[in-house]
């Protein structure tokens, strides 16, 4: 029996000299430094859990005062809050979608239902940071967010023309509440030369009549008049949006006073109105059939995602959660379902994570999730 098991054991004794754990011998780098390349081989990746808090570990690079790198399309944050009607708290939406979305990587990146990895593929993605915006004077903000657009969409994209028709750059807004959709509208319509289509995904409509509110304390127009729950009247009375062409999808607003007044203030300003009920008599592809149908292929089109589309149950970290929502898989499904837009813009807005149940970050991850599909469709 000993004999047997020294068979067996003297083959292996040469590798006892090793160890799993070790590795080579430790030598101080030359003057001159490694090699570039070496370094790169060794420390150029990041797990999810590692690394600075960018969106998808992008390269990060403040566009706003960078003007010498230009790019393709750029996340940028636009914390800001002071326009909200309920519960405050979308200024630190930025950061919190930016660390949901870590675990989103070029390495692991692919997007199975578009057949591309966005992050790899032919655009150059900057993670543009946050423009500064001040809390204190909501004028003075929304004329700091329309000139933080206007000076990066007139920029020139590094792949201009390249695909044809690329000639501006895409910016995908991480909110915020909802009213940093005016700023990028008045941006946007300046630099296409014409009004934009609005596809608003949303429990409310955000196209109140700035009177909605009554106050004894000051006749309109005032500062006030400017809100997450306004901004699209302003911006169809300024003839920003094509008032033809826009859709609300994943409606549950109650309305105000005693009748349909609402509603009639909102067919001014052309919306076709998707209910999030009406999802249940189409289904999923029956809502983005009538999305394409309204909005077709060529009109360029701003894509703007208030994260309360979603019921509160599934993203409770938003300010103005109202139950009956749709699913974070509903959502996803009929963006990607939209992928031929011709976006030439985007925003997810109102994740307010203080208000997150437990310790999770359910709401964000969305959000995340939400940016990645359109990340997505403006690559393919």
């Known amino acids: ?21 070790d590795n080579p011998e430790l030598e101080i780098p030359t003057e001159s430094g490694t090699p570039l390349d070496e370094l790169k081989a060794k420390w150029d990746f990041d ?28 996340i940028i944050g636009a914390p800001f809050d002071t326009a909200v009607s309920y519960r405050p708290g979308a200024r630190f939406g930025p950061r919190a979608i930016r660390a949901a979305s870590a675990r989103q ?15 790899t593929s032919w655009p150059a993605i900057l993670d543009c940071g946050d423009i500064p915006i001040t809390p204190f004077d909501n004028a ?3 004329h700091q967010m329309s000139s933080a657009y206007l000076e990066l969409l007139s920029r020139r ?12 750059p895409k910016l995908i807004t991480l909110g915020g509440d909802h009213s940093i959709a005016l700023p990028a509208l008045r941006a946007l319509e300046k630099v296409y030369g014409q009004p934009i289509a609005v596809l608003h995904f949303d429990a409310h409509l955000d196209t109140w009549h700035p009177g909605a509110y009554p106050s004894a304390w000051a006749e309109t127009p005032t500062q006030a008049d400017f809100t997450h729950g306004t901004m699209f009247w302003v911006a169809s009375q300024e003839g920003l949006i094509n008032n033809g062409s826009s859709v609300h999808a994943g409606l ?48 360029p089109v701003y894509l703007s995602v208030d994260i309360d589309v979603i019921d509160p149950g ?13 699913t974070t898989r509903e959502l996803i499904q009929i963006l990607r379902g939209v992928e031929d837009l011709n976006l030439v813009g985007a925003d997810v807005v109102e994740v307010s994570p203080a208000y997150e149940s437990g310790h999770g970050e359910s709401t964000a991850l969305a959000g995340a999730q939400v940016v990645f599909e359109m990340l997505t469709s403006m690559v393919k």
């Open 140 to 142: 003075l903000a929304l």
């Open 314 to 326: 599934l993203a409770p970290g938003t300010g103005t959660p109202e139950p009956g929502g749709w």
């Open 47 to 74: 797990w999810g859990f590692s690394g600075i808090s960018t969106f998808a570990h992008l390269h990060h690079v403040k566009c706003l005062t960078t003007p010498y790198e230009p790019f393709d399309i750029g």
């Open 1 to 21: 029996m000993f004999l047997l098991s020294l068979s067996v054991l003297l083959p292996l004794l040469p590798l006892t000299r090793c160890s799993f754990y």
């Open 252 to 299: 549950r607003t109650r309305l105000l006073g005693n009748d349909f007044h609402d509603y009639e203030d909102d067919e001014k300003q052309g919306f076709l109105r998707i209910e999030s009920d009406d999802i249940d008599a189409v289904g999923v592809q029956g809502i983005i059939d009538l999305i394409m149908e309204r909005m077709g292929t060529k009109t």
């Open 157 to 168: 994209p590094l792949s201009y023309s390249n695909p044809e028709g690329h000639v501006h």
């Open 105 to 119: 990587t070029s390495f692991r990146g692919f997007n199975h239902r578009a057949h591309l990895n966005p992050y």
